[in-house]
């Protein structure tokens, strides 16, 4: 297995990933651990920074995006000591106390910032803020939660009557409402929710299905008043409430622990443990999907960890010599955000699939970090698949076999990794343009990749 990274073009700091299979196919075996939680380590930065109290927080990902969160909340006063995954330390400022930056607020990459962010500074009375992100968050949607927000009565201004970031944000004290969200996202949820902690009365958010319910539970744990209507899919938070500071524990991330949950279930012989993963059951959709599609996946060793189920997770290649590895399924309605990070890489192993996977009901992946429908199905038919894009999916003709080739992130972190598990079963060479993406969520992937190829 030949697998390099090298520096095309060292100005704009674009790296090629490149992966050549031997003839003989990789071998995937032993045991391994992923980066810290993604959402999780967001919420974590900034609950931590507006309580009172200290918060520790053990297992942060230090990847790019909960870089961003904790550089713009160091720029409104939370002293957040420098980001190691053993430790962090964030000294809360109280609630109502971030002061007004001096500068523009940049959230990168992060959708996840800048939304929760904006429930936050719309509702802190008295200060003016700024924000902004890289070229993808800037063209990503903003009006799906400038819109609920402005019905609290905050003010906000933007690109396209606040479609977009750049934002310009003067706080004030918002109205409660309840809030009705024609979608089922968790950044939407917490947006409104983290304006709700500020707001005099009951801020209620109603969504069609359940998304991540991460800020729900450590909310609770900070001590905010908050109920949970699980029939209905409501959570209210009744305001002002203060928030104390917690020791939190983060598990590894599902969605960094899918990549290879696919690589386990693809690769002929494939047998691995990913250790300590939060199997939080609004993020389990993958191991769902992957069972369905005939993967052979275990739980072990299920505990909480910090109010997060935990377990390891055991893969191992299922494809016998009258046995397809995996089987085709249908991916629809309320599972699809309980998986939505994971469906660039379910797409991969739907090519490996016996039978026509349809993917449905996933529209909202149009509005990624990248547009995730269009850019897996064209990366994945340069490489030899048979994907066919639908406006809210695709369909996916399996066994197809893939051939190594020149394809691009389109700098999406989840896309890199997807097209580097592609590879892994490609014949030929796959050159993946602008790989250096993975680092927003996963910085250690190709060293972790490494690493498994060389044992
Ligand atoms: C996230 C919510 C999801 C997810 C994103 C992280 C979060 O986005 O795709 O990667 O941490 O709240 P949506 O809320 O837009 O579905």
Known sequence: MSLTVISLNATDRHHDLIIAPPADGVALNGRIQVPGDKSISHRALMLGALAEGETTIAGLLLGEDPRSTADCFRAMGADISPLHAEKVTVQGIGLGQLLEPLDILNAGNSGTTL???????????????????????????MSRVVQPLQQMGAELWGRQGGAFAPL???????????????????????????????????????????SRDHSERML???????????????????????????????????????????AGAIVPGANLTIENVGVNPTRTGVLEALMLMGA????????????EPVADLRVRYAGTGDRPPLYACTLAGALIPRLIDEIPVLAVAATVAQGTTIIQD????????????????????????????????????????????????????????SLAIAALTATGTTTIHRAEAVAVSYPDFVATLERLCAT
């Open 115 to 141: 939304r929760l962010m904006l429930g936050l500074l719309a509702s802190h009375p008295g200060r003016f803020f700024t924000v902004t992100g890289d070229s993808s968050l800037r063209s990503r949607p």
């Open 168 to 210: 310009a944000i003067q706080g004030k004290a918002l109205r409660p409402f309840h809030y009705h969200s024609p979608i089922a996202s968790a950044q939407v949820k917490s947006c409104l929710l983290l304006a709700g902690l500020m707001t005099e009365g009951q801020t209620t958010v109603t969504e069609p299905a359940l």
């Open 220 to 262: 609770k744990a900070f001590g905010a008043n908050l109920t949970v209507d699980p029939e209905t899919h409501s959570v209210s938070v009744t305001g002002p409430t203060q928030l104390k500071g917690q020791a939190v524990i983060v598990p590894g991330d599902i969605s960094s622990a899918a990549f290879w949950l696919v």
């Open 296 to 307: 052979d996946i275990t739980q072990e060793n299920l505990r909480v960890v910090a109010g």
């Open 362 to 417: 996933a529209a909202e992946l149009r509005v990624k970090e990248s547009d995730r429908i269009a850019v897996m199905a064209h990366q994945l038919n340069q490489m030899g698949a048979r994907i066919t894009e639908q406006p809210d999916g695709m369909e996916i003709v399996g066994s197809t076999p893939l051939l190594g080739t020149d394809v691009d992130s389109y700098t999406d972190h989840r896309i890199a990794m």
